[in-house]
């Protein structure tokens, strides 16, 4: 009879549980991460100056950087642009992988206030200017668990993006 009654305990606590679960699930399902990253734009757009949002994730084989989301205020650059930006790897496992291979592999932020073209040290560097006449750039690493499993950038297209220590720390956090 006791065996009984703590099966049945059990048995409504697992039920529960998995009320629980299957609740959070239907909110989970619903997640919008473009319409949450298009708000995220407008308020970093507003209150810092950035106009885009790119999300890379790392391969499998942990060798180069593939943009995952591209996410840029109205008629900053062209969709052709864009298109070409989605498409384009980052490598950075090369001696030349320049700054995604410090911020990955440091798990550092890096923040260009100013963008100066002559300084850019890959290709793809090199193209991404010439695609968007990128003016400011704030990386970060994408760290989940404790693992780096990427960089997200805040760019500024049209003009300079001036942050201080402060504000950065802020968007950092």
Do not use: C, W
């Amino acid at each position: 009879m006791k065996n009984r009654i703590e099966t049945k305990k059990k048995y409504s606590e697992a039920l529960r549980i998995s009320d629980v679960l299957k609740d959070r699930l239907k909110i989970n399902r619903h997640f919008d991460l473009d319409k949450t990253l298009s708000f995220i734009l407008d308020d970093i757009h507003e209150k810092f100056g950035f106009e885009g949002i790119t999300i890379f994730l790392l391969n499998k084989e942990k060798t180069a950087l593939k943009s995952y989301k591209y996410l840029v205020a109205e008629n900053v650059i062209s969709q052709e642009a864009i298109d070409e930006l989605v498409e384009m790897e980052l490598d950075f496992n090369s001696p030349d992988g320049g700054v995604a291979a410090y911020v990955i592999h440091k798990n550092v932020h890096v923040y260009a206030k100013e963008i100066d073209p002559n300084l850019l040290d890959t290709p793809q560097m090199k193209r991404i200017y010439e695609l968007t006449q990128i003016k400011s750039n704030l990386l970060m690493p994408l760290e989940i668990y404790g693992e780096v499993l990427g960089m997200i950038a805040f760019p500024g297209y049209t003009k300079k993006v001036d942050l201080s220590d402060e504000e950065v720390l802020k968007l950092k956090d």
